[in-house]
């Protein structure tokens, strides 16, 4: 009996050695397998993290030229808003001073006329002779109060007589 036992113990052995050899290369293939999808799966992540990195540097840039641009934009509207503001301050502070119109009378013989009322009378007769008063670019009138009238040029061309009193 001692051979059967002897010959069967190199066989188990041997079978151990080639089922041990084949669970390590089992286990290698199986171990490799999800090292290799990892690795893949790592590199993915670390492309990722490297392009969301990159995405991030530039929101931020654009951020910061957003905010130059806004600030830019608050001090231009704050210039001109200032110089809006001073114009008009310097408007309100200095009224316009109105334009002297003096009434000038004439008196003769105990009769008197204001010399304003003296052309107005000279506009209207040259309407009523069938011209516009828009066309009136000058006028000269000529008192004569021993005559009581009153004698009007308009545009030196335009020539009339109105009452004076």
């Known amino acids: 009996m001692e051979k059967k036992t002897t010959a069967a113990k190199p066989v188990v052995k041997t079978t151990e050695k080639e089922a041990s050899k084949s669970a390590v290369k089992e286990t290698a293939a199986v171990k490799s397998a999800p ?45 001109a808003t200032k110089t809006v503001v001073k114009k008009a301050a310097a408007k309100k502070a200095a009224p316009k001073k109105e334009e002297l119109k003096p009434e000038v009378f004439i008196q003769f013989q105990g009769q008197e006329a204001v010399v304003a009322d003296v052309i107005e009378k000279a ?22 109060p021993e005559e009581y009238a009153a004698y009007y040029v308009i545009n030196q061309k335009h020539a009339g007589r109105v009452d004076l009193f």
């Open 35 to 79: 090292a290799k999808e990892s690795v893949k799966e790592t590199a993915a992540e670390t492309k990722a993290a490297a392009v969301a990195k990159e995405v991030e540097k530039k929101v931020a840039e654009t951020k910061e030229t957003v905010k130059d641009t806004a600030k830019k934009a608050t001090e231009k509207a704050e210039a």
């Open 123 to 144: 506009k209207k007769q040259f309407e009523a002779e069938g011209h516009r008063a828009s066309s009136i670019k000058s006028i000269q009138v000529y008192l004569k």
